[in-house]
C-alpha cells in the first residue's frame, strides 16, 4: 500500500521533541492551538508519566495537578485498581463490540449505576460524552410525550456541551456558540422558581394542558460555582409533577462525589426523571458518560419492541469502558470518597479562610464544597491595563479580558515558581483536585498560591505579557 509518509510509530510518538510536536499540532490540529498552549508556562513541557496528583516531566520536575482533569479525576491519575482492571479485561481478550450478545460488563455496570442511585433510576444508557448523554436524554423527554409537546426549559446559567442539542439548551453566554438551535428552547432564570412558574404558564396550550417536554437543570453549576437549595429543587420537582414535565438533571460534572455526596441532588431528596452523568464514571481511563432513567420514563419511551434502538451510538456499553467503569465504582464505595470529598472539603475551606486572613483586600471569597472550588479575587484592573497593550488587539477585546490575563498570569507564576498546576475561570482561580487528594497536597497549593499572591499582581501579570511578548519576538 502506498503512504506518501512514512506514517508515525508509538514509539515515534513517544521520541519525539517538543518542537516537533508544536509542529504537528500547526500542520495538522490547528495553529491556535500551538500558539495558545504555548503561552503559558505548562507549554515548555512534556508530561512522561502521572500517578495520584502528580505529574512528572520530561524536563525532570514533578508538578501537582490541582484541575482534578475538570472532573474527570475523582480517583487521579493512574488509580492503580483502575490500571489492574484494564489490563485484566485486555489479557483475557475479552470481546467489546457486539450489542446483539449478552455483555456482562454492561449489565454488572448498570446494575451497579442503579444500585447507587436513590428511587427508581434504574436504566442507564451508556455513550462517551457528557454532551452525548444530554443529547440522549433531551430524546428521551420529548418521546416521553410521543413528541406532542414542543418547548424544553433550560437556565441562563449553564453549561451542557457542545453537540447541536446540548448546546441549544447551553444557556452562559460566554459558553454558547452561535449554531442552529433545535426548535422549542425557553430559557429561566437559574435558581428563581418564579422565573420557572411564568414561563410554564405562559407555555399552555388552548385546552390549558403543558407544552412542555423537559425543564434541564444543573442543581450545581460547576462553570459558576452557583447553586439551587433544597426548596428550589423541592418547588421545581412539584412543578414538574404537575404538569408531567420531565425533570433532568445534569451532573456530567458534579457527580460521584466531586461536591461532597455522591451526587449534590442527593443532599435533598428531590430525584429527577433522568440524570446526566460522565467524568469520573470512567475512572480518569474510560471515556464514558450515561443519562439513566427513571422505570416509568424507559417503559413510556424505549421499552417496547417497536422503539428500543431508536436511540443507540456505535460505541454504546462498549466491554473495556464498562469494565473501567465497575472498578471506579467500587472504588468509590470501598473507599467511602463521600466522607473523603468532605473531609478534603473542609480542609480547604480552612485554607481559603487563612488566605482570606493574609490577603483580606485581595481575597474576596472561596466558592466551592467538596473537591469543587473558585478563589474569587478582588482586583484593580487599571494596575495593569497599559500592560496589556503588548497582546493582540481581537483578544483584548473578549469579556473581563483584563480580569482574565491577571488570573493567567497567577496560575502561570503558581506553575513556573511551585510547579503546581491549576486552572481559572472567568470568575477566579479554580482549585478542583481529585477527591483522593491528601492534606499535604491541599497544603502544597495554598502554600503555591500565598507565594505567588505575596510576589504581587504587578508582577505576576506583567512577567506573564512579557513571556508572551518575547515569544512574538523569537517569530
Ligand atoms: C454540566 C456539564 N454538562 C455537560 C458537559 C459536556 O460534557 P462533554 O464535554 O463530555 O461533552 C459538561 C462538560 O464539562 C458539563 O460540565
Known sequence: MHINKKLLTIDDAERVSLKEIKDLYKAYINPVYEDVFSTFAIGSELIERAEGLWLYTRSGKKVLDATGGQGVLNHGHNHPRILAARIRYQQQQRMEVHKTIFSPYLAALSANVAAMLPADLNYPFFCNSGAEAVDGAIKMAHKYHAGSRSQ?????????????????????????????????????E??????????????????????????????????????????FLKALREICDKDNIILVFDEVFTGWCKTGNLFYFMDYGVVPDILTTSKSIGGGKSSLSAFVARTPVLQKTFGNHHDFVLHSTTYNGFGEECATAIEALNIIADDDYVSQSRRAGAMISAQIAALQAKFPGLVREGVGQGTLFSIRLNIKTELVESALRLLPVTMVKQDRFVYQVILAGITDWMFSHYNVYTSFTPEGINFSPPVIVQPGEIECFFAALEGTLQAGLLATTTTFISNRFLKFLKR
Open 152 to 188: 424544553i426549559l433550560y437556565s441562563d446559567i449553564s453549561y451542557h456541551g457542545k453537540l447541536l442539542g446540548a448546546g441549544s439548551i447551553t444557556g452562559s453566554k460566554e459558553l454558547h456558540y452561535g449554531f442552529p438551535k433545535i426548535p422549542g428552547t425557553v430559557a429561566y
Open 190 to 231: 437559574y435558581g428563581n422558581i418564579e422565573s420557572i412558574r411564568r414561563t410554564v404558564s405562559a407555555l399552555r396550550k388552548k385546552d390549558g394542558s403543558s407544552d412542555i417536554y423537559a425543564i434541564f437543570l444543573e442543581p450545581y453549576s460547576a462553570s459558576t460555582g452557583r447553586k439551587c437549595d433544597g426548596e
